[in-house]
Structure formats: structure tokens, C-alpha cells
């Protein structure tokens, strides 16, 4: 089991920034990917950015420019830097953990995190 524990959600006006944290800890070998997803309501859950089994990094064309994914591998910690912020970004934000274990494909979500931007 993997669990995955979000931060750094909140308000923010638009054009503003905020950085969500990841933080995971248990069966982390298991894992070779990890990023961020939102839904916001009445949409369904989309990728925003995520780094890839090969540790590329892939955006949503929407946030290209705008959002910065990074990590720190010793803390276990995946970040997003969200910068020049929309109305549009408002959403709930989830972390994201991808990997095997064995032929066992794994595939784990956190609580989320609320990501709200006023005109």
C-alpha cells in the first residue's frame, strides 16, 4: 500500500501562485510515476501534470507555460508550482501514484486538495 497525503491548497486570486505538496510514504518501490490530476465540479477528472515512468515530465496543454512539476526523491515528495493562476484552474487538486508490483498493476489517489481562483 501506498498512501499519498496533499498540501498547500487554499484561495488565491487571479494571476496569483500556489504550490501544492505530495508526500508519500509505504510501498513506494512499487511505484514509478506520480503527478497531479483535477476535477472540477461537473467535469471529470483530468490529467494537469504528471512525471512519467522514464521520469519525463507531461502537461496539460492548458497549464503549459503556467505550472511546474518537480520532486524531491529523497523526501518522497512531488510538487506543483502553479503560477499566473485562472478562474479556470479552480478545482480539486489529487495527487497520483502509478506503478507494479509483480504483474500487479498499482494505482493510487489522495484525498485532494481544493485549488480555488477568483476573478
Known amino acids: 500500500q501506498v498512501q499519498l497525503v496533499e498540501s498547500g491548497g487554499g484561495s488565491v486570486q487571479a494571476g496569483g501562485s500556489l504550490r501544492l505538496s505530495c508526500a508519500a510514504s509505504g510501498s513506494i518501490a512499487s511505484i514509478n510515476g506520480m503527478g497531479w490530476y483535477r476535477q472540477a465540479p461537473g467535469k471529470q477528472r483530468e490529467l494537469v501534470a504528471i512525471?512519467?515512468?522514464?521520469?519525463?515530465?507531461i502537461y496539460a496543454d492548458s497549464v503549459k507555460g503556467r505550472f511546474i512539476i518537480s520532486r524531491d526523491t529523497a523526501k518522497k515528495t512531488v510538487y506543483l508550482q502553479m503560477n499566473s493562476l485562472k478562474p479556470e484552474d479552480t478545482a480539486v487538486y489529487y495527487c497520483n501514484a502509478k506503478g507494479y508490483s509483480g504483474s500487479a498493476y498499482l494505482n493510487y489517489w489522495g484525498q485532494g486538495t481544493q485549488v480555488t481562483v477568483s476573478s
Open positions: 512525471f512519467t515512468s522514464g521520469g519525463s515530465t
